[in-house]
């Protein structure tokens, strides 16, 4: 009889240890679901924070690489009162060296040359002095292949839009005047 009322006793006492420990596992596990929620709420926040300056980084280069005279004065103006003193003063500062940097003249030429260079201030322009068929091999000879059959591309395009803008007049065919 006691060895039967020890063996109850220790299964009870076994199950109820099973029973304590699943219980604070499930209570481990909810814990740590919970931690993990904050913690994905926490960077969500702030990646809707590096997702927005991100935007504005980007919609600023773009008002950059815009030529001064497509830039609203306005909005320039309104930016301006609604900076900090500190920064005025940079905004100023900036302002003048990008005024330095300035295309050299109105010429269609300088202001792409102006663009690209803004872009990519690595970008270089061979010195092409000679008539058109020998500035031509300069530039081939000073290209890579895929950027020569690049350009090639490109002139094929540029001399079809001419032919386009300036098309040769029908010749007509002569109409025998009837006899009469």
Known sequence: GLSSLSV???SAWGRKAALSTLS??????????A???????????????????????????????????????????MAM?????????????????????APASNKTEDQVKHLLLQADSRKTFPELKDNLMDNLKTLKNTMTDM??????GWMH????FEMAKNPKPKERKAIPAEKG
Not at 25 to 33: H, K, S, W
């Open 147 to 152: 950027d020569w059959k690049s350009f090639e």
């Open 81 to 101: 009162v609604n900076t900090p003193l500190v920064m005025r003063d940079v905004a100023f500062a900036s302002s003048v060296a990008k005024m330095d940097t």
């Open 24 to 33: 604070i596992l499930v209570a481990l596990l909810i814990a740590g679901q």
């Open 35 to 77: 931690v993990t929620i904050y913690f994905v709420y926490q960077q969500s926040g702030q990646i809707s924070k590096l997702t927005r300056t991100s935007q504005n980084l980007q919609l600023e280069a773009l008002q950059r690489k815009l030529p001064s005279s497509a830039k609203p004065m306005n909005k320039i103006k």
């Open 8 to 10: 109850s006793c220790r």
């Open 157 to 160: 395009k540029w001399l079809l």
